[in-house]
DNA sequence: CGTCAGGTTGATGCCATTCAACTTAGGTGG
DNA sequence: CCACCTAAGTTGAATGGCATCAACCTGACG
């Protein structure tokens, strides 16, 4: 099994097998544990090593001062909880398992190394940190403008695009190793709304999900009826158009037909200007 | 009247005479005018320029297929529309004038050598990026946990805070130039709702609004109705505990005194600025 | 066999949307 | 100076999506 890290930055740059070397080490050093609704980090905190997913699904999340709380992001085998917090006094959210969580920590040095030294690395680093923003910003639009249906759709079509890049799917399935409490957090909806919701996908026979395990019969109509356009996520962003990376297969003409149809007849108002 | 970037970065880390005077330069070189409603870049554009905010506010945001339409952010003074833009391949949401607006276009080397060759520079804009996500996070918060009342209570304790970090309000008040149609769609509200939850805030006598300018009687008690939490704007942020900066004042209980004193009396003080 | 977490279902009500009309303020031209 | 126009703001009434409250079901597990 590939290590995540490399895997997911693999997407974003062509690394060497100098880099990876220095990838495997750097996440090799320090190893830690955590059980599901344990903290990686909470709020507060103040910067300490960063923090790389290695296995398992963690969450961001916030809580309102009246015990209101909202999940921010999924963090998938990969990703990093943390990047640059050293540049910040203190945490403004929490970090938490949803799962049993395997991570790597970096030391402030070590990373600042890869990042100095490594101008590839630092190239994919930086990509993965702007495509973070992307999906923080298409969470905002999700919420503030799609319906219920459109939003668990949504979310799901991005979870599917993101654990195959890192190759955590199985043709049209792949593992969804959360409750729906914790879909519902992320979508902003309650959770007798998401169980309606996902019965009406399931209904309509977009989705089967069933003992933690998700499957796509369609990826293509989930992908429409999600309003689901993947260009945020920058697949095809690795320096060299490529052949062979992860990130090529997701391109796959296939998946992104739908999608791009969609953007050539979407047009602006040119009353807008 | 100090050059807003400079004011911008300054909350983030302690410039030197001649940190600032390589971005004033930089902010000097090219300057381009938008017009209200005008785009400054578009979805699908591929890297330019570094475009910082001068004068104006601006917004980001992205459009769905089918027309319905969102704010992502609010663009101010001293703000940068596109930071390390270059390292993706094309941009994955808009960007557009609310007012006119002046702006300086950094160039590409220009940009990195502001990065590379001037560490507090760098560690101002690297902090500038990471209270930019904040932001977009506490965003996702308020449209899913939060209801209307609290949005836009919420949005207004954000832009007055940030507003006053670059010195753009006047004791209690301060403009602002966009139409309740924008403070919907960046509430994830629709505009009658809006209108309607303004009048709430109104009759709370929590806000006055009228002629595009801003006051907060209370700013303290609006924060309290939004749940407003400043934290996560990092504003104690520059390296040293400063008595002098920006983000010092800010901090300063008097201004939320004043503010709990008189009421309705003075309603706008002309004086600085 | 009891317990508990996760999932499902029904009844009810409210917050926000939708549709539609009206008002107000600025600007422009006759 | 008024007639007209348009963008912005305001108001009313009806509808509906989603929340809320409260059960109930299911399977895993000690």
Redo the contacts between chains.
């Keep these: 099994m590939a290590n995540p890290l490399i895997r997911k930055l693999e997407q974003f740059s062509l690394l060497s097998p100098e880099d990876q070397r220095v990838l495997e080490q750097a996440t090799a050093r320090q190893i830690r544990r955590f059980g599901p609704r344990e903290d990686l980090m909470s709020e507060g905190d103040e910067p300490g090593e960063v923090t790389v997913v290695l296995s398992g699904w963690v969450s961001?999340y916030?809580h309102?001062?009246?015990g209101?709380?909202?999940i921010?992001a999924f963090l998938l085998p990969g990703d990093l909880c943390n990047p640059?917090i050293s540049?910040?006094?203190?945490m403004?959210?929490s970090v938490g398992a949803l799962t049993p969580v395997t991570v790597a920590e970096i030391s402030q040095p070590l990373f600042e190394d890869l990042t100095l030294n490594h101008p590839r690395i630092s190239?994919a680093l930086?990509?993965e940190a702007?495509?973070?923003?992307?999906i923080?910003?298409e969470?905002?639009?999700s919420?503030?403008?799609?319906t219920a249906y459109e939003r668990l759709s949504h979310l799901l079509c991005e979870l599917f695009f993101r654990l195959r890049t890192i190759g955590a799917t199985r043709g049209r399935s792949c593992d969804l190793p959360v409750t729906q409490a914790k879909l519902a957090?992320a979508?902003?909806l309650t959770l007798v709304h998401l169980n309606r919701t996902l019965q009406e996908l399931r209904a309509a026979n977009l989705v089967l999900l069933k003992s933690r395990i998700l499957t796509i019969p369609n990826l293509e109509a989930l992908m429409t009826a999600a309003?689901f356009?993947p260009?945020?996520l920058?697949l095809?962003?690795a320096a060299n158009p490529p052949e062979r990376t992860a990130a090529a297969q997701l391109r796959n003409p296939d998946d992104l037909r739908v999608a791009r149809d969609?953007?050539a007849?979407?047009a602006?108002d040119p009353t807008?200007?």
């Design positions: 961001r916030k309102l001062e009246d209101r709380s909202a921010l640059n540049v910040l006094r203190e403004d959210h190239q930086w990509r702007l495509v973070s923003a992307a923080q910003r969470w905002t639009i919420l503030s403008q799609r957090e979508t902003g309003l356009n260009n945020y920058h095809g962003c969609h953007r007849s979407s602006l807008d200007l």
